[in-house]
């Protein structure tokens, strides 16, 4: 069927050829006045021949309703205008009516291009003097949805009271041009506070502000198919006012148009709405106010369904100050341009767990980009939708300060050299290393001689000088490279990585610096000399050994050497 609206032209029931009597001329002006002002769709089919029918003329209803013009349908055939399957149904009515000779009222269904429609059709056959079925006079009524309703409401009273009062929903009936309240069903009365017959002594004015003038334009503008859903706020019996969404339609029956409103009480929701709309904007206000970074990220996939990347749904205005770009320009936009997943792996890897699993998850990350290059965030991820959820915080200041604890937990604060601790992480991490060297490392370790006897005679302080005078010996004895630390007391050790046969130059090199330091105190006036025992252990890369056996080898060479020194001195 064609969309295009044309009305039709003001047809006569009869076609002109027929013979009428002068005493039915008054009978088919009122017939063609009916025919053209009815809201009805009507039709005159001509019967041509036995199953053979023609239309003649069709009313403006009838194009309003269909959508098609005078063009599409008169003059032609019931099997040139609908689908075969209709048009075998229309025809099988058509004889039906002739035979029986009798109105015949059936319903059909029609598919307009606004959708399927059902109508009720009464067909009536039209005879010629010699009792033959000359033509069939259809009239075609919508009783879709709310009109259906309303067919019922106006054809049965029973259908209409079932329908007004057992229903839930709350149901006025009104005069359209009057405003008066003709009926409430039991909803009403129950949501209003008024009974029936306080109802029907009112008017809509009575329960909802409006003017004489309003509701005359309100009638129209609904009688129009206009306006028929409205939120208005209405009076209840108390004086209370809720807010209610009204549909609205008019129906006719007998001399009055009625007002036909159902109407739901929205209050709550309009109260729930109110109260997101509230929560919604306190929260904007916290995020874009608070000290975090917020980001909501949905999920890019590709043709196998994998998440391949994150797409930028909202971003706080501190997000984008802290990148340096403006929040609205980022909407969007692949977040790896915010933070690219080159340098921050970890970051992706933790939001495509979360967006797959739904479980929360926590990582820091250093961004590495513009005004963030050497911050530390902290980052809250949660699933959210089809995506996921950041808030960041800078956690720089934090990160430093665990650094700067880490340090001073590793390094002896008097020497300034690493501690046990320090030395014993990282020289277990670079022997694991030195497993992959063709070159041997050694372990030195010092127990510097006479050191009780400079703290009993000289005292502490002479003592701790002498402890960081010795480890400025050793920092001028081994590589920049090598490992230096203070074990506890006066010993000391050094870890020599992938230094090969170099052993001898080593100690040689250390002898030398002793010698110049003791000649430097002899002039400063100190009153004592610089002297250590030394037990050293080689790290074999083809045969490793743990740091703790090169220690305990390199600790009994030192307690010989020590002895070997004490009876050579005796």
């Known amino acids: ?144 949805d709310r009109k259906l309703a309303e067919e019922a409401l106006r054809e049965s009273e029973s259908r209409y009271r079932q329908l007004f009062e057992s229903n839930g929903s709350i149901q006025f009936l009104a005069d359209a041009d009057t405003a008066r309240i003709l009926d409430a069903n039991p909803a009403a009365e129950r949501f209003y506070g008024w009974t029936r017959e306080q109802f029907q002594m009112m008017s809509a004015a009575d329960i909802v502000d409006i003017s004489d003038d309003a509701w005359i334009d309100y009638a129209k503008s609904v009688a129009r198919g206009e306006g028929t859903v409205t939120v208005r706020e209405h009076r209840t019996a108390t004086g209370e006012r809720k807010t209610v969404e009204v549909f609205a339609s008019i129906f006719v029956t007998g001399t009055t148009r009625v007002f036909h409103s159902i109407v739901h009480d929205i209050s709550d929701r309009i109260r729930a709405q109110e109260e997101m709309r509230n929560s919604e904007a306190r929260f904007r206000s916290a995020v874009d106010n608070g000290p975090d970074l917020f980001t909501v990220l949905d999920t890019i996939r590709n043709a196998d369904g994998a998440i391949i990347d994150f797409r930028i749904v909202e971003i706080n205005a501190r ?164 490992l230096i630390a203070r074990m506890g007391g006066d010993e000391f050790v050094a870890l020599a990585l992938s230094c090969g046969e170099v052993t001898n130059s080593v100690l040689t090199r250390l002898q030398t610096e002793l010698a110049q330091q003791n000649s430097r105190n002899i002039l400063a006036g100190d009153g004592y000399v610089l002297e250590t025992a030394v037990g050293m252990a080689r790290f074999n890369p083809e045969a490793p050994r743990s740091l703790a056996a090169l220690l305990a080898m390199a600790d009994r060479e030192l307690y010989e050497d020590k002895r070997i020194t004490r009876r050579e001195t005796a």
């Not at 030395?423 to 991490?429: K, M, Q, S």
């Open 1 to 144: 069927m064609t969309t295009q609206h044309r009305s039709a032209q003001s047809p006569k029931v009869r076609p002109d050829g027929l013979n009428r009597a002068p005493e039915d001329a008054e009978r088919d002006a009122r017939l063609n006045l009916i025919y053209n002002s009815t809201h009805d769709c009507m039709f005159l089919m001509r019967v041509e021949g036995a199953g053979v029918f023609r239309c003649e003329s069709i009313n403006r209803s009838y194009s309003t309703v269909t959508g098609l013009a005078e063009a599409d349908v008169v003059g032609r055939r019931p099997e040139d205008i609908l689908p075969s399957a209709a048009a075998d149904f229309a025809l099988q009515k058509y004889q039906e009516a002739i035979d029986i000779g009798e109105p015949l009222k059936y319903s059909e269904d029609i598919l307009l291009p606004a959708g399927r429609v059902v109508f009720e059709t009464v067909l009536t056959p039209i005879m010629d003097s010699g009792g033959t079925c000359t033509h069939l006079l259809g009239a075609m009524r919508d009783i879709t």
């Open 319 to 482: 997000a984008g100050a802290a990148f340096g770009v403006d929040p609205s320009r980022m909407i969007g936009r692949s977040f790896d341009e915010l933070l690219p997943y080159s340098a921050n792996a970890a970051l992706l890897k933790s939001l495509v767990a979360v967006a797959e699993t739904g479980e929360a998850g926590e990582t820091e990350v250093q961004p590495r980009v513009g005004p963030l290059t050497d911050k530390w965030l902290s980052c809250q991820i949660v699933a959210l939708g089809r995506g996921v959820a950041i808030t960041a915080r800078d956690v720089t200041e934090r990160r430093r300060a665990e650094d700067e604890l880490r340090v001073l937990s590793e390094v002896d604060a008097l020497t300034g050299l690493l501690n046990r601790r320090g030395f014993e992480t990282l020289a277990a991490r670079h022997l694991k290393s030195a497993e992959h060297s063709t070159k041997s490392s050694y372990l030195f370790y010092f127990d510097m001689n006479g050191f009780k006897a400079i703290n009993d005679s000289w005292g502490h302080a002479v003592g701790d000088e002498a402890l960081v005078k010795m480890a400025d010996v050793l920092r001028q004895t081994f590589r920049e490279r090598d």
